[in-house]
Every structure is written in C-alpha cells, then in structure tokens.
C-alpha cells in the first residue's frame, strides 16, 4: 500500500469533516500575535513555552513541518516569522492558505512527505516546529536526519508526538467497552499488526493509517540525527481513555549546535 497516498486522501477528509486539527485558526488570534501575543501547541493542550523559541520571531525562518490546519503557520507568521508550511494534505495546506489570505499574512505552502525535505536546501531555517504527526509514517529516523539538515546551526527542532504505550491496547475495545486491554506490542503498524479485519474497518472509515512507534526512534532517533535534547514535556488529550492513567502525548526541544 501507498501510505502517504492513502493519508493524504485520509487527512483531506478529516478536512472536510472539521477534524479539531484541521480547524483554522481565526482573526482574533492572529490580530493577538501581530501585538505579540502568541502561543502554540505540539501537543493537545500545554501551550509550548515561550523560552523554546528565539526571544525575536521578526525575520526567523520557520518550518511548519507535518503542521498543516491553518493553526501553528498563521500564528507563527502573524507573530513576524518568515513561515513554510510542508504537509502531505493539499487540503490542510488550503487552510494556512485561508488564514493568510483573510488576515493579509504572507505563508509558503509545500506539499510533501515529512520524511523527504529534498524541496529545501540545506540550512535553510532557524525553527522546525513539528506538531503531532509522525504517527503518520511508518518510519521516522529519516524525519529527524532530514529536519537536522534542513535546519541552521544553533536552530531547533520543536516536536510532539505520542508515548508508544498508546498502541499496546485494543482502542476500539477502550472506545467501545471501556475496557482496556493489552493486545499489540511496539512497534505497532495498522498495516501489519491489525487482524484482516480490523485494517479494513480502518480503511473503510476511510481513517488515517497510524503507526507506533518506539521512544529509541523517538528520542533516540533525534541524538542519532545530531539533536542535543534540551527541553521535554508531558501532555494529555482529556477525552482519551488512556490519559486517566499516563500522559500519552509528549513533546521535546532538540538543538543542532
Ligand atoms: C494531527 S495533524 C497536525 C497538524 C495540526 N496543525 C496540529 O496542531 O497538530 C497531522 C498532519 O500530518 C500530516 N501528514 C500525514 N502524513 C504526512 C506525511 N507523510 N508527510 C507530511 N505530512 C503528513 C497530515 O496531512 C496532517 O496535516
């Protein structure tokens, strides 16, 4: 299977049925930002502190990577960042789009595979900010080698993604039942630890395709890249079953020195 194929008509769906991560940020906010008053997420709901972004956004260049929804792009750019938003979905780039064209912002938008940065030389940014997302490719190693690429010395790498945990129970059993149940081990992937039967109702839900990774590819994927990690969070999403009992949702600041 085409992975990135089939998530790209995946992500433009949860587009078009107003997915919370799909949803635009609007004027307000963005006016906010111009004055200087900002904040983003990586993660559900922690703001991503203010100490892990340059003091001045005025000139910095930003990359949205995986970030598509009109959310981090328009507020980053509002705030005086030079802003590229690159995701895989042509429909969550239209809505960065959106916002800059209602809020008079000026975004680039690049389609591609977060695991491929060929479109930018090396060097070319200051800040990656890299939102929940690498649940959506099979492998992330070449995620973090491209980032550290892409990225300028002394620029950082700011990502969320999930605690591994999340995939050893059986979430529609949690969803269904309230039961949770060990059932997967890690790393997990929808394409080959799924039953038969359980892909297919993924697939015709028409949901994303996801995979779990592991916290050695996860952190230790962005040390083996070059990154000096230098800043970590933990954070839940209130209406996930499994945040009652551990934060599922993390995030980390890695430096290229
Ligand atoms: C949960 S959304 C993240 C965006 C959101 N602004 C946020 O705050 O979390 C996940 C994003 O990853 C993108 N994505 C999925 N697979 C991708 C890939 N292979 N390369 C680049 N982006 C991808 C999706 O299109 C979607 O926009």
Known sequence: MDIRAYNRTAWDRAVEEKSPWSIPVDS????????????????????????????????????????????????????????????????????????????????????????????????????????????????????????????????SLLSGFLNPVTYIFDLRKADDEGILEVKYSIPFSDLTSLSEAERQRQIDEGAALEFGHTLDDQIGGQIDAGFLIAGFYEDRWPDFVLDRYIATFMATRAVKL
Request: net charge neutral; aromatic share 8%; glycine share 10%.
């Open 28 to 155: 307000e906010i963005t006016a906010a930002a111009r004055r200087g008053e900002w904040q983003i997420i990586l993660t559900p709901t922690i703001p991503t502190p203010r100490g892990w972004f340059p003091e001045e956004l005025r000139g910095v260049d930003v990359l949205c990577l995986a970030s598509g929804g009109g959310q981090q792009g328009p507020v980053l750019a509002a705030a005086g960042a030079r802003v590229t938003v690159y995701d895989n979905s042509p429909r969550q780039l239209a809505q960065d789009r959106y916002v800059a064209s209602r809020d008079g912002l000026t975004i680039r938008t690049v389609e591609g595979d977060m695991r491929d940065l060929s479109a930018f030389a090396d060097a070319s940014f200051d800040l990656i900010v890299h939102p929940v997302s690498n649940l959506f490719v099979p492998e992330i190693r070449p995620v973090w080698r491209e980032a550290y690429r892409v990225l300028r010395p002394g620029g």
